[in-house]
């Protein structure tokens, strides 16, 4: 039993990591990863979500007619949301201006509706906590990637401090809109690479 | 009248809801594949897009504002959203049966569509007026629209081509996305 909860958490972190191995849930992943700090802040308010979601939807499987999930998935998900904004609001301010629209469009991140319809509607509640919890790390941690790449080489700096010398001259275009997709493009196919070579 | 025409320009280009907002990228990658359902889905996102703006506006002033509720408004728009998708669905399957036929399977998908959640979201922050949210809705759908075909003719091409195994499929497209972004980005300085 322990074992598979084990699996379950560990999957989301490696061979089924969201955004690179089942290329869901874009928007964020492009949009807020100017720094590690965004990114590092996203994924955590994303990890809540999930969490959140996946344990309630767990628990109310069996109540929810199976006609109208969906909607009550988004109602859920939508409920934690709220949540999640207020809390960020509260103590992290400056981050929350910083993510803007971002914080609500949580509610249609494909990954924590993809969640609840793929796992946690069918599996038990301790199951349920260690996939959202494991998905939620998984995207934390590619989104702090993304944000680390960006960050370096279009700011010259790293969670804010400076990496190069002043000789350094940023890459501004990595902070800006292109730079994002040419990074996770090129960071999948870095992902792509590891299983040609097994 | 000049300024409805420059918020136009503005929303096509300058602040393209994919290339520049980064909203709509799933369906983005998802249904470029082909030029058939690129169209598709750009039709049935500037359909539910116009729609959907105009109601979360009419929502957002008449209903949460003079209540207090605002903090309800992520929970509301998405409900607004998904009942009116389902709507519109049954609406044009029982009238219009050859438009259904074509939009049919990516209606249901523009539920989950950042673009339209994101463009309505974007109206209340802006503080548009009605006529300015409509006309914002509507550029910004036809934005969507512009980035999709255009990336879905590449997307044709780059198929046919021989790529380096790791870089196949969603990976170049990424990358194509990123060219296509840095020729949009040319447009900011214009507003």
């Known amino acids: 039993m322990s074992k598979s909860i084990a699996r379950e958490f560990a999957k989301g972190l490696w061979s089924e990591i969201p955004p690179f191995r089942l290329v869901l849930g874009l928007c964020p992943v492009l949009a807020v990863t100017m720094s590690v700090e965004n990114g590092i802040g996203m994924g955590l308010a994303t990890t809540f979500v999930l969490v959140g979601s996946n344990f309630l939807v767990s628990l109310l499987r069996n109540v929810i007619p199976p006609k109208i999930r969906i909607a009550c998935f988004i109602i859920i998900i939508a409920t934690f949301v709220t949540m999640v904004e207020f809390i960020m609001q509260a103590y992290v301010y400056p981050l929350y201006l910083k993510l803007g629209i971002f914080i609500p469009l949580i509610v249609v991140n494909c990954v924590v509706l993809g969640r609840a319809e793929a796992f946690a509607c069918k599996n038990p509640i301790l199951p349920s906590l260690a996939d959202g919890l494991g998905m939620g790390l998984g995207f934390t941690l590619s989104l702090s990637l993304i944000g680390a790449f960006r960050e370096v080489l279009g700011n010259g700096t790293f969670l804010g401090l400076q990496v190069f010398g002043d000789a350094f001259v940023p890459f501004g275009v990595m902070v800006k809109a292109p730079g994002a997709f040419v990074t996770l493009g090129l960071l999948l196919a870095f992902m792509n690479l590891v299983p040609v070579k097994k | ?191």
């Open chain 2, 1 to 191: 009248m000049t300024d409805y025409f420059v918020l136009a320009i503005s929303c096509i280009f300058v602040n393209n809801i994919l290339l520049a907002q980064f909203l709509g990228n799933c369906p983005f990658l998802g249904t470029s594949k082909k030029m058939e359902t690129a169209a598709g889905m750009s039709m049935a996102v500037v359909f539910v897009l116009v729609m959907a703006g105009i109601i979360t506006w009419i929502t957002d002033t008449y209903l949460l504002k003079p209540l207090n509720i605002e903090f309800l408004r992520t929970l509301s728009f998405i409900l607004v959203i998904a009942s009116l998708v389902q709507f519109v669905e049954m609406f044009l399957k029982k009238s219009i049966p050859g438009l259904y036929a074509g939009l049919g399977i990516f209606l249901p998908l523009i539920t989950t569509n950042c673009a339209v959640m994101g463009a309505c979201l974007i109206n209340i922050k802006e503080e548009y007026t009605f006529l300015q949210a409509t006309v914002a809705s509507f550029s910004y759908a036809i934005g969507f629209g512009l980035a999709l075909v255009l990336f879905a003719g590449l997307r044709e091409r780059i198929n046919i081509a021989r790529v380096p195994q790791p870089l196949q499929d969603t990976s170049l497209g990424l990358v194509t996305a990123g060219m296509i972004a840095l020729s949009f980005y040319a447009f900011k300085g214009m507003v």
